[in-house]
Structure formats: structure tokens, C-alpha cells
């Protein structure tokens, strides 16, 4: 195995010049059917699952770095990885100029308040995941590194990519690696010293707080931005990885708000292009940095780079001319042709939450097998037709009074449910307190028929935190246990939570991990940021400490039947946000695991369901066994009147898809 690299991207070596850099083109429409102008406020008056009981594990961890107490079920941890050199504490340049380390003073208290303690840093931040064959690519605040997880349990590190800009989303298609970049600090030729400021440039001060009349406040007003640079980058920045030891930059799309986040959009139907879908949430860029760019509010600016989304084409033959094709309005009143159509910021009364304008998504994950993709857009939560991806449409939009910020989205593998995500306090913020609400910064799980979506549960990690511990809901993907739906989610310092939504009215934890506060004295930023499960195992992106790697175990909730089956699924590339179809080969190990499920639920008597484990295991000793073929085929035929017979629709599809592999592995004999 090659020896690990750090790269730095030399000036002039794997640079793109600001002249190739794509701007803003003229904006598109993305309007579909007429849509209430926020969104239909929600009845909250829905199941939310209860918090855990005071005998939990998980409360009272000790705290550490490195020798934190940790607290398991139904999962284990099998390995885990520190940040490396240029990234990890001690080693890492600050994320942003002006940024707060462990050894500079406070700063000076506003308004009479006392003074906010000093940040801890612990290196730069880890961020997003994604996979491709036994790769894997861990975004960073300053970059990206390089694992080889062809061991899951002896994850190495081959390359260390240095190219700083914040927020460091990744995903990969072939040969292509693509990372988001919206800090100021980024700079097109991935250098690490930043955009230096003209002689005497004084920072302004940090705008106040605005208060609201409910006692809360609306979000800090963002700092204004330094002044123009052409050396700066924000937007999409696109790797040729062909070889890992030396990955290069072949093109960087500039856009007007950066991209906090990006979606790769497959269109099944054009096989020259891929294409990125930028949630870009930061400040507009000046004029004279970019020329396109103006923001303001569309009643002063009908042109503001506010209130859309940018899409960049990739021509898969020639990445190096990737540029942005459109810039939909998915935001608009078709009825008025206002383009801020949705919810407009502020509170929705008293007790309920204060949720941000909805003037850009934070994230966007697309469905492609169906057709349509869910924006987190801060404050609605939007259903995309994306059968054109240069021009979604969208067909449908909610809100709700439990949310401050739409952050993330997953469909359900059959596309009847998507499950949103809260980000009450932005991720830096303790919110999973004992005396936080259940219902906010949780998930809120839709049913999603004939294109709407409709609230079914709220969903949050059970198990308080403490004061210490940064904790919301964050990004997770899909766990193919076939027969359910189940969800491995990162909390932050919360750590990872397992949720079986099958049941969309009433989620229920099935498995978690979690440890202490990454600091036991004094808070600092840490936690998971993403969990994901590829091949057979869970990762996870720890913001302080690096990556960790967990598996499956059964427990009460859990089969080892069920974790074999899905560890029968294999995904050659996984980027959890162009969210694949799941599949699962017609085998008795699939089989075994509806058995126990419809063993739990109770739908099929224990005798029958003896009868279908003792038959199931003689045909795997004996498959040429006539007596065993005539048994299992007559059980399949009794299948077909069960399934007919169960009250409950998830049994149905289990006792359906039971008698389908049987009727499959005998239909030859």
C-alpha cells in the first residue's frame, strides 16, 4: 500500500483560472402547480417518539478526545482513525481568517452580557461522505482525505487533499471527485493562506441578533463579506482522480452564493453529462468579484442571486468545461409569479418555532429511479419534479411551526415516505437537552402519495445530552434491511441513532453509539456530522476525531438474519444524496429475514413459522429434495392467502415477497 500524501494544489501545477470559471447565467423559472404561498402550515399534533428512560447508557458518559465513554446497542464500533497531519489538532491552518483558538482571550462581552468563552478547536472540521468501490472520501473544512476501507476494520489513509474553502461536501462519479467550497478563505488555486486583505482593512463588527416578539431571536446576521478578490473560490470544485496518489483539479464552477452543499443528478436518459445540483446558503458575492452576482430582497432586485438554486452540466467526455446551465426559481408562487412564493421567515405563533426565509436549500436529495427529489430548503420542506434536471419543478411544498431550519432529506427505498431534518441551532448548539422539545431539531417523517406530502411522526435521538454537547439531527442514509424501512442517522455529539420508520406514524430507535462530550469541562464542537451505511458497514464522520467505522449486531430489534440479508446488497458508488433503488437477490438469506420479521409482528402463528425455517433449511442442505420442493411450494400458495388476510401493509409486502423467493428458488426444479 502507497504511503500516505498530503497535496497541495500549486499555483499555476492544477490551477483554473477565474476566466474559465463559470458565472451565474440567466435565471429560469421552476415553478410547478399552484402551491399555498408558504407551504401549508402542519398539524403538529402528531406521535412523537418518547425520550429514553434515566437508566439509559448513554447518560453520563465521560468525556475526552480520544477516551471518551461509549455506549452501545445493536451496533459496535470496529475501528477508528484520527485526523491526519494538516488537518487534526495542532496541525491544522484556521478554517477562516479571523477564527477563535483555545489560546486567544475572549471577545469583548456585547450589551452587558459576560464575555463568550474562547472556541476549542480540534483541528479542522470533518465533514460529508462518500464511497466508490473500496474508497472512501472524507470531506473536511480544508479538504479531503483518502481511505482505503478494502478492510473495514484496517482503514487506511492514501492521500490527504489540502485545499481549504469550507464546507468540503464531496461526491464521486467514475474518475470525478466534486467538492463544495463557500468560505471567503477559498482560493481558486486550493491555497492554504487565504485571500490577503488591502493595507489598514478593518473588519466591521458583527451584526446583533434581531429580537422576535415571541422572546427568541432570528439568526445572527452574517459578517459583512472582505472585500473582492479574483484569487478567491466559492462554488464547485471538480478532482480528475484517476490516480488517487494525485488527484488534479480540472475545473472549479464559481457561483454567487458558494455551494454549502451539492447533489450529483444522474439523468437516466443522457449518458454524455452528469450534473450538480449547488445549495448554496452564503452571502451574496460583491459585483466587482463576480459581475453576475447581486442580491437584495426581488421586490428592489428581480434578479437577486437569493431565492434559487444553481445547476452546473457536466460533460462526463470534458469535465474541465463544466459550467452553470441554469438557475431555476423553485421557490415561486405560480399564482403571483413571485419568486420569494414560500415561507417568509419569523415565527408562526406562540410556542412554535422561528424558521429561517426560505431563500435557498441546504441540501437536496434526488430520487432518480422515481423521478423526484426533496429539498431541505431552511424554511419549507419542497417536493422536485426532476424528470428535466436542468429545470425541476417543483409540485409541492410544506412547512412547520416545530422547525427553525430545513437541513436534510431520505426517501424511503419505495419512494412513500420522506423523512426531513431539523437543524435547531445551526449544529453548534446543545439541543437534545432534557428539556429541549422532542419535536424540535428532530426528524419530521411524511408520507409521501399521488405527490403530496402528508406528517405522519416526528422522530429525535431519545437519550438526553448535556450542555457540553452539540446535538440535532443530521445527515444519515438508509440501512437495507429488506422488509423495513431503517435509517443509521448522525446527531452530532449525540452520536449515531437507528431508526426503523416503517411504521411512518410511529418511528421507534432500534440501534445506537454514542459517546461522552468530546470535551468534559467546557463545550466544543464535535460529534458526527454524517453516518452512512456502505457494504456491510456503518461510517462515520467525527467532526473532532476523525473517522469510525461500526457494524450491525443483533439485539432485541435487530436479527442477524436481518444484517445478513442486508449486507447482500452492494453498491459499487454510494453518494447518499442521488439516493440509489435497493435491491435484493431472490435468496433464502433475503427469505430468512421476512421470517423473523413476520415472527416479531406476530402475522404468522409460531407453528407456521417453524414450518417455513425447518423447510427453507432443508432446501439449502437438500435443494434437489422433492418432498422438501413439494413442502415449500405448498407453503408459498398458503403465502398467497396471508398476505391477502394481514391488517397491516408492511406484513402484506413481507409475506408477498416471502412467497415470491420461494416460488423463484423452486420454479426450476
Same mark, same amino acid.
Given at each position: 500500500?502507497?504511503?500516505?500524501?498530503?497535496?497541495?494544489?500549486?499555483?499555476?501545477?492544477?490551477?483554473?483560472?477565474?476566466?474559465?470559471?463559470?458565472?451565474?447565467?440567466?435565471?429560469c423559472?421552476?415553478?410547478?402547480?399552484?402551491?399555498?404561498?408558504?407551504?401549508?402550515?402542519?398539524n403538529?399534533?402528531?406521535?412523537?417518539?418518547?425520550?429514553?428512560?434515566?437508566?439509559?447508557?448513554?447518560?453520563?458518559?465521560?468525556?475526552?478526545?480520544?477516551?471518551?465513554?461509549?455506549?452501545?446497542?445493536?451496533?459496535? +464500533?470496529?475501528?477508528?482513525?484520527?485526523?491526519?497531519?494538516?488537518?487534526? &489538532? $495542532?496541525?491544522? *491552518? /484556521?478554517? %477562516? !481568517?479571523?477564527?477563535?483558538?483555545?489560546?486567544?482571550?475572549?471577545?469583548?462581552?456585547?450589551?452587558?452580557?459576560?464575555?463568550?468563552?474562547?472556541a476549542?478547536?480540534y483541528?479542522?472540521?470533518?465533514?460529508?461522505?462518500?464511497?466508490?468501490g473500496?474508497?472512501?472520501?472524507?470531506?473536511?473544512?480544508?479538504?479531503?482525505?483518502?481511505?482505503?476501507?478494502?478492510?473495514?476494520?484496517?482503514?487506511k489513509?492514501?492521500?490527504s487533499?489540502?485545499?481549504?474553502?469550507?464546507?468540503?461536501?464531496?461526491?464521486?462519479?467514475?474518475?470525478?471527485?466534486?467538492?463544495?467550497?463557500?468560505?471567503?478563505?477559498? +482560493?481558486?488555486?486550493?491555497?492554504?493562506?487565504?485571500?490577503?486583505?488591502? &493595507? $489598514?482593512?478593518? *473588519? /466591521?463588527? %458583527? !451584526?446583533?441578533?434581531?429580537?422576535?416578539p415571541?422572546?427568541?431571536?432570528?439568526?445572527?446576521p452574517?459578517?459583512?463579506?472582505?472585500?473582492?478578490?479574483?484569487?478567491?473560490?466559492?462554488?464547485?470544485?471538480?478532482?480528475?482522480?484517476?490516480?488517487?496518489?494525485?488527484?488534479?483539479?480540472?475545473a472549479?464552477?464559481?457561483?454567487?452564493?458558494?455551494?454549502?452543499?451539492?447533489?450529483?443528478?444522474?439523468?437516466?436518459?443522457?449518458?454524455?453529462?452528469?450534473?450538480?445540483?449547488?445549495?448554496?446558503?452564503?452571502?451574496?458575492?460583491?459585483?466587482?468579484?463576480?459581475?453576475?452576482?447581486?442580491?437584495?430582497?426581488?421586490?428592489?432586485?428581480?434578479?437577486?442571486?437569493l431565492?434559487?438554486?444553481?445547476?452546473?452540466?457536466?460533460?462526463?467526455?470534458?469535465?474541465?468545461q463544466?459550467?452553470?446551465?441554469?438557475?431555476?426559481?423553485?421557490?415561486?408562487?405560480?399564482?403571483?409569479?413571485?419568486?420569494?412564493?414560500?415561507?417568509?421567515?419569523?415565527?408562526?405563533?406562540?410556542?412554535?418555532?422561528?424558521?429561517?426565509?426560505?431563500?435557498r436549500?441546504?441540501?437536496?436529495?434526488?430520487?432518480?429511479?422515481?423521478?423526484?427529489?426533496?429539498?431541505?430548503?431552511?424554511?419549507?420542506?419542497?417536493?422536485?419534479?426532476?424528470?428535466?434536471?436542468?429545470n425541476?419543478?417543483?409540485?409541492?411544498?410544506?412547512?412547520?411551526?416545530?422547525?427553525?431550519f430545513?437541513?436534510?432529506?431520505?426517501?424511503?427505498?419505495?419512494?412513500?415516505?420522506?423523512?426531513?431534518?431539523?437543524?435547531?441551532?445551526?449544529?453548534?448548539?446543545?439541543r437534545?437537552?432534557?428539556?429541549?422539545?422532542?419535536?424540535?431539531?428532530?426528524?419530521?417523517?411524511?408520507?409521501?402519495?399521488?405527490?403530496?406530502?402528508?406528517?405522519?411522526?416526528?422522530?429525535?435521538?431519545?437519550?438526553?445530552?448535556?450542555?457540553?454537547e452539540?446535538?440535532?439531527?443530521?445527515?444519515?442514509?438508509?440501512?437495507?434491511?429488506?422488509g423495513?424501512?431503517?435509517?443509521?442517522?448522525?446527531?452530532?455529539?449525540?452520536?449515531?441513532?437507528?431508526?426503523?420508520?416503517?411504521?411512518?406514524?410511529?418511528?421507534?430507535?432500534?440501534?445506537?453509539?454514542?459517546?461522552?462530550?468530546?470535551?468534559?469541562?467546557?463545550?466544543?464542537?464535535?460529534g458526527?456530522?454524517?453516518?452512512?451505511?456502505?457494504?456491510g458497514?456503518?461510517?462515520?464522520?467525527?467532526?473532532?476525531r476523525?473517522?469510525?467505522?461500526?457494524r450491525?449486531?443483533?439485539?432485541?430489534?435487530?436479527?442477524?438474519n436481518?444484517?445478513?440479508?442486508?449486507?447482500?446488497?452492494?453498491?459499487?458508488?454510494?453518494?447518499?444524496?442521488?439516493?440509489?433503488?435497493?435491491?435484493?437477490?431472490?435468496?433464502?438469506?433475503?427469505?430468512?429475514?421476512?421470517?423473523?420479521?413476520?415472527?416479531?409482528?406476530?402475522?404468522?402463528a409460531?407453528?407456521?413459522?417453524?414450518?417455513?425455517?425447518?423447510?427453507?433449511?432443508?432446501?439449502?442442505d437438500?435443494?434437489?429434495?422433492?418432498?422438501?420442493?413439494?413442502?415449500?411450494?405448498?407453503?408459498?400458495?398458503?403465502?398467497?392467502?396471508?398476505?391477502?388476510?394481514?391488517?397491516?401493509p408492511?406484513?402484506?409486502?413481507?409475506?408477498?415477497?416471502?412467497?415470491?423467493?420461494?416460488?423463484?428458488?423452486?420454479?426450476?426444479?
Amino acid at each position: 500500500m502507497m504511503a500516505p500524501q498530503t497535496l497541495r494544489l500549486k499555483h499555476g501545477a492544477a490551477s483554473v483560472s477565474l476566466a474559465l470559471a463559470v458565472l451565474c447565467p440567466v435565471i429560469c423559472s421552476g415553478q410547478g402547480a399552484p402551491a399555498a404561498a408558504s407551504g401549508a402550515p402542519l398539524n403538529s399534533k402528531v406521535f412523537t417518539n418518547p425520550r429514553a428512560p434515566a437508566d439509559d447508557p448513554r447518560i453520563g458518559l465521560k468525556g475526552g478526545l480520544y477516551d471518551a465513554g461509549e455506549a452501545a446497542s445493536g451496533m459496535e +464500533r470496529v475501528a477508528s482513525l484520527p485526523k491526519p497531519t494538516g488537518f487534526g &489538532p $495542532g496541525t491544522t *491552518p /484556521p478554517e %477562516a !481568517p479571523g477564527q477563535i483558538t483555545g489560546d486567544q482571550p475572549p471577545p469583548p462581552a456585547e450589551d452587558g452580557k459576560p464575555p463568550q468563552p474562547p472556541a476549542i478547536q480540534y483541528g479542522s472540521t470533518n465533514s460529508d461522505l462518500a464511497f466508490s468501490g473500496n474508497h472512501l472520501f472524507a470531506g473536511n473544512y480544508n479538504g479531503i482525505n483518502f481511505y482505503d476501507i478494502d478492510n473495514p476494520a484496517k482503514v487506511k489513509l492514501t492521500t490527504s487533499l489540502m485545499c481549504p474553502g469550507g464546507q468540503g461536501d464531496v461526491s464521486v462519479y467514475g474518475h470525478l471527485l466534486f467538492m463544495s467550497a463557500e468560505a471567503v478563505n477559498g +482560493r481558486i488555486d486550493c491555497g492554504t493562506q487565504g485571500i490577503a486583505l488591502p &493595507p $489598514g482593512y478593518v *473588519p /466591521p463588527p %458583527a !451584526p446583533k441578533p434581531q429580537p422576535l416578539p415571541n422572546g427568541g431571536e432570528l439568526p445572527r446576521p452574517q459578517r459583512p463579506l472582505p472585500p473582492p478578490s479574483p484569487e478567491r473560490f466559492r462554488g464547485v470544485r471538480i478532482f480528475d482522480i484517476s490516480d488517487f496518489s494525485n488527484p488534479k483539479q480540472v475545473a472549479a464552477v464559481q457561483s454567487c452564493r458558494g455551494s454549502h452543499t451539492h447533489t450529483l443528478v444522474i439523468d437516466p436518459k443522457d449518458k454524455e453529462n452528469v450534473y450538480i445540483y449547488i445549495s448554496g446558503t452564503g452571502q451574496v458575492r460583491q459585483p466587482e468579484e463576480m459581475s453576475e452576482c447581486s442580491g437584495g430582497e426581488p421586490t428592489a432586485n428581480p434578479n437577486t442571486a437569493l431565492f434559487r438554486i444553481d445547476i452546473i452540466k457536466v460533460p462526463l467526455a470534458h469535465p474541465e468545461q463544466a459550467k452553470i446551465v441554469s438557475s431555476p426559481r423553485i421557490f415561486t408562487d405560480s399564482q403571483t409569479g413571485a419568486i420569494n412564493g414560500l415561507w417568509k421567515g419569523g415565527f408562526h405563533g406562540e410556542g412554535t418555532q422561528t424558521t429561517s426565509e426560505t431563500n435557498r436549500c441546504h441540501d437536496i436529495t434526488v430520487y432518480s429511479a422515481i423521478g423526484l427529489a426533496a429539498g431541505a430548503c431552511s424554511g419549507n420542506g419542497i417536493l422536485l419534479d426532476i424528470s428535466n434536471p436542468v429545470n425541476p419543478v417543483r409540485i409541492d411544498a410544506v412547512s412547520d411551526p416545530n422547525y427553525a431550519f430545513w437541513h436534510s432529506a431520505n426517501f424511503n427505498n419505495d419512494g412513500t415516505k420522506v423523512l426531513f431534518t431539523d437543524e435547531w441551532g445551526g449544529g453548534g448548539q446543545p439541543r437534545c437537552r432534557a428539556t429541549d422539545p422532542m419535536n424540535w431539531g428532530a426528524d419530521a417523517i411524511f408520507t409521501l402519495s399521488n405527490r403530496k406530502l402528508t406528517l405522519s411522526s416526528y422522530y429525535k435521538m431519545p437519550a438526553p445530552q448535556t450542555e457540553l454537547e452539540n446535538c440535532v439531527a443530521h445527515n444519515g442514509s438508509l440501512i437495507p434491511i429488506p422488509g423495513r424501512d431503517v435509517l443509521v442517522q448522525a446527531w452530532y455529539q449525540g452520536g449515531v441513532s437507528v431508526v426503523d420508520f416503517t411504521d411512518a406514524a410511529h418511528p421507534m430507535e432500534i440501534a445506537y453509539f454514542d459517546r461522552g462530550p468530546v470535551n468534559g469541562e467546557k463545550r466544543a464542537s464535535g460529534g458526527q456530522w454524517s453516518a452512512y451505511w456502505y457494504n456491510g458497514y456503518i461510517y462515520g464522520s467525527e467532526i473532532a476525531r476523525g473517522v469510525d467505522v461500526f457494524r450491525l449486531v443483533p439485539n432485541k430489534f435487530i436479527t442477524q438474519n436481518e444484517i445478513d440479508a442486508a449486507n447482500q446488497v452492494h453498491f459499487d458508488e454510494l453518494n447518499v444524496q442521488n439516493q440509489p433503488k435497493i435491491t435484493w437477490p431472490a435468496n433464502f438469506i433475503v427469505a430468512r429475514a421476512y421470517v423473523d420479521q413476520l415472527n416479531r409482528s406476530g402475522a404468522l402463528a409460531s407453528p407456521r413459522i417453524a414450518a417455513l425455517n425447518e423447510a427453507i433449511m432443508k432446501f439449502d442442505d437438500t435443494p434437489s429434495d422433492r418432498k422438501t420442493e413439494a413442502q415449500l411450494k405448498a407453503i408459498a400458495a398458503s403465502l398467497d392467502k396471508d398476505a391477502a388476510a394481514v391488517k397491516a401493509p408492511a406484513d402484506a409486502a413481507r409475506i408477498r415477497a416471502l412467497s415470491a423467493i420461494i416460488k423463484q428458488r423452486t420454479s426450476h426444479l
